[in-house]
C-alpha cells in the first residue's frame, strides 16, 4: 500500500495557494486531496492549478471526510481555534498557518487537545527555514562576533493605500501588521534566544484612516542582550532585515528571501535545482576580528528551504522525527504579542510571564 498523507486544505488565499499547496502538491508522501473556498472564482483558479484534487465549498466537507489524514488551516486568524480544535476532534493532523491563535489560552486548549488525541499539531512558522535567517543562524552559534550584544531585525514593506476588503486591515481580534509579520520575527527571535525577561511596545496606526496596527516596535531584554524587532507599512526604501553586533565585530543582511516570489511565479523545489538559493548581491556583511586581524567580507547565504518544514511534519506523522514546530513555541510566540499589547497600552516594560 502506498505510504502518503492525504491532505485537505481548507482556505486558498495567499497563504494556502502560494505557501501550502505547492509543497503538498508535489512532494513525495503528500496527497493534496481537498481544497475548501467559497469564492467561486478561487474555486475555478485551485481546479486549475490542481486537476486531481477535490474542491469543495465548506471546511466540512474537509473535517469530515474520514480519508483525510491532515489539515491545513490557511483562513483568517479568528477561525484558527474553533477549525483547529474541530479537525483535532475529528481525529486529524493539523497544521495552523501562522499566528497560531489569537490568544495564549486558545493555544493552551488546542496543545492539550493535541496530546489528549495523540496527533500531530504544529504552526507554519515558515520564515525558520529562510536564507538570511539561517545565515544569521550559522553566525551565531560559530560566535564569529563573540558575545553578541544587539540583535536587530525588521520586516518592512511599503503599502501606503489600505485596502478595505482585507480581513488583515479589519477591526478584529488577531488583525495587524503585530500578529502578522510580528509572528516571524518574535518565533525567529525565541529559537535563537528563548524567552526574555522583559517586554516594551510601541504598537502604531500610521497610515491615514487605518484600523489595525500597521507599525511596531519591540524590544526584548536578555542578560547582556537587547533584541529589537520592528515592521511598517510606510517604508519606501528599507534599511538591513538583520543587524548583529557583537564585541569581535558585526553582520548586516539586507535584502528579502528568493522563495516567497518563486513560489508566485509558479516555481517549487520539485522543478528549481537552485531553489532558495540567495544571488551573491543578497549576500549579508560581516565585519570581525580573527586572532588580532581585522576582517571584512561578504558571507554566503545558506539555502533558503521552505520545504523542510513539510517534510519535518510528514516525518513526525509517521513517527520518524521529533517536530521542529512545537504548540508550545507557537503559544509562546502569541503570549508575546499579548504582553507587547499591554506595554504599549501602559507606556511601560512588563516582565515576562507565561500567562495562565
Keep these: 500500500m502506498e505510504k502518503v498523507i492525504r491532505t485537505g486544505i481548507v482556505g486558498f488565499g495567499m497563504a494556502?495557494?502560494?505557501f501550502h499547496a505547492p509543497f503538498i502538491g508535489t512532494l513525495p508522501g503528500f496527497r493534496?486531496?481537498?481544497i475548501s473556498t467559497s469564492k467561486e472564482t478561487t474555486a475555478a483558479e485551485a481546479k486549475t492549478l490542481y486537476p486531481e484534487t477535490i474542491i469543495v465549498a465548506d471546511a466540512r466537507y474537509i473535517l469530515d471526510d474520514d480519508d483525510i489524514d491532515l489539515v491545513i488551516i490557511c483562513t483568517p486568524n479568528t477561525e484558527h481555534f474553533p477549525l483547529a480544535q474541530a479537525a483535532l476532534l475529528r481525529g486529524k493532523?493539523?497544521?495552523?498557518?501562522k499566528p497560531f491563535t489569537v490568544t495564549s489560552?486558545?493555544?493552551?486548549t488546542l496543545a492539550a487537545l493535541a496530546r489528549q488525541q495523540q496527533r500531530i499539531l504544529t504552526v507554519h512558522h515558515n520564515r525558520r527555514w529562510v536564507a538570511d535567517y539561517k545565515t544569521v543562524k550559522k553566525i551565531i552559534s560559530s560566535q564569529l562576533l563573540g558575545r553578541l550584544a544587539t540583535y536587530e531585525a525588521r520586516y518592512d514593506r511599503f503599502r501606503p493605500a489600505l485596502r478595505p476588503q482585507a480581513w488583515r486591515e479589519e477591526n478584529v481580534p488577531g488583525a495587524g501588521i503585530l500578529y502578522d509579520l510580528g509572528a516571524h520575527l518574535i518565533d525567529q527571535?525565541?529559537?535563537l534566544?528563548?524567552?526574555?525577561?522583559?517586554?516594551?511596545a510601541d504598537v502604531q496606526i500610521?497610515?491615514?484612516g487605518g484600523r489595525v496596527d500597521d507599525f511596531f516596535d519591540l524590544t526584548l531584554y536578555y542578560s547582556n542582550l537587547r533584541v529589537s524587532l520592528g515592521a511598517g507599512m510606510l517604508v519606501k526604501k528599507p534599511g538591513p532585515f538583520f543587524s548583529l553586533h557583537g564585541d569581535r565585530g558585526s553582520f548586516v543582511k539586507s535584502g528579502m528571501d528568493v522563495q516567497e516570489e518563486a513560489l508566485k511565479t509558479g516555481k517549487t523545489p520539485a522543478n528549481t535545482p537552485d531553489w532558495g538559493a540567495e544571488p551573491e548581491s543578497l549576500w549579508g556583511h560581516i565585519y570581525t576580528e580573527y586572532e588580532g586581524m581585522q576582517m571584512a567580507g561578504t558571507i554566503q547565504s545558506e539555502r533558503g528551504s521552505f520545504q523542510d518544514f513539510f517534510i519535518n511534519v510528514q516525518q513526525a506523522i509517521w513517527g520518524e522525527a521529533q517536530l521542529n514546530v512545537t504548540p508550545e513555541q507557537?503559544?509562546?510566540t502569541i503570549r508575546i504579542i499579548e504582553l507587547a499589547m499591554q506595554s504599549n497600552q501602559e507606556k511601560r516594560t512588563v516582565a515576562y510571564d507565561g500567562g495562565s
Aim: aromatic content about 4%.
Design 105 to 108: 489560552a486558545e493555544a493552551d
Design 32 to 34: 493534496l486531496s481537498k
Design 206 to 208: 500610521q497610515r491615514p
Design 189 to 191: 527571535a525565541l529559537q
Design 93 to 97: 493532523h493539523v497544521i495552523v498557518e
Design 193 to 200: 534566544f528563548g524567552l526574555p525577561e522583559a517586554i516594551m
Design 330 to 332: 507557537a503559544r509562546d
Design 16 to 18: 494556502g495557494k502560494v
